[in-house]
């Protein structure tokens, strides 16, 4: 899989939209981009993900640059309940796990 | 209804003692996976079935044995363990869908976590 940097905390204001970048200069024409997210305590959820168009549900949206070279999560109107560490991975789709590896992510703080 | 769960949440146990930790998932997925997250917080896959089969063996001592009795369970049972299996243990799962566009295949389902506390 290749590999992937993000900033390793973020703060953002209750109600505002949380922007989390995420670098993957060395991802392969069919890796995909996956978000998950952790709240404390509690395993991984995932939140979306894509391979070159921009990909929209009802927890986020996910913007990728045209070179696929970076992506940014975006949570529209971020709460208290998205304080979490955020992971961003890049994969194969029908990969089963080969060098799956999660971490260390962004902590997003929500402030009130 | 739980999608993914986990049993025990949490194992204290002694050095050289031989345990076990069960996931059952309801999701109808044909893919399921044990990971290890240790206390730098990284999280780490350890082994993948398919159908039952093991298809994904990743570094680990063979005192870690998983096994899948059907396709909506897959355990892992530990011998002899050490001071460093200490962790938390996750289960997922995924479902085998290729045909929707972005294809669903690697969308991981996680259990609650098992916390393992070696003594």
């Known amino acids: 899989d290749a590999k992937t940097t993000q900033p390793p905390s973020m703060d953002c204001a209750e109600g505002r939209a949380a922007n989390l970048p995420c670098n993957h200069s060395t991802i392969s024409g069919n890796e995909y981009v996956y978000w998950y997210r952790q709240i404390h305590s509690q395993g991984p959820q995932y939140i979306i993900h894509?391979?070159?168009n921009n990909e929209t549900n009802e927890m986020a949206s996910l913007i990728i640059t045209e070179d696929r070279k970076s992506s940014t999560l975006i949570l529209p109107h971020a709460t208290l309940r998205d304080t979490a560490v955020y992971y961003c991975i890049v994969r194969e789709a029908g990969n089963y796990g080969q060098n799956f590896v999660f971490g260390p992510g962004t902590r997003l703080s929500v402030l009130p | 209804d739980t999608a993914v769960s986990q049993t025990p949440k949490y194992l204290v146990t002694q050095m050289g003692n031989d345990k076990s930790i069960k996931c059952e998932q309801n999701l109808g997925h044909d893919t399921m996976y044990w990971y290890k997250q240790d206390s730098k917080k990284f999280l780490k896959i350890m082994f993948s079935?398919?159908?039952?089969?093991?298809?994904i063996n990743e570094t680990v001592p063979n005192r870690f044995s998983p096994k899948s009795p059907d396709k909506a369970h897959l355990n892992l049972h530990i011998n002899s363990l050490e001071l460093g299996d200490s962790a938390v243990y996750f289960c997922?799962?995924?479902?085998?869908?290729?045909?929707?566009?972005?294809?669903?295949?690697?969308?991981?389902?996680f259990g609650p976590g098992t916390r393992l506390t070696v003594l």
């Open positions: 894509g391979l070159k």
């Open positions: 079935y398919n159908n039952k089969e093991l298809i």
């Open positions: 997922a799962s995924s479902p085998k869908i290729m045909t929707v566009y972005p294809p669903r295949v690697n969308e991981q389902f």
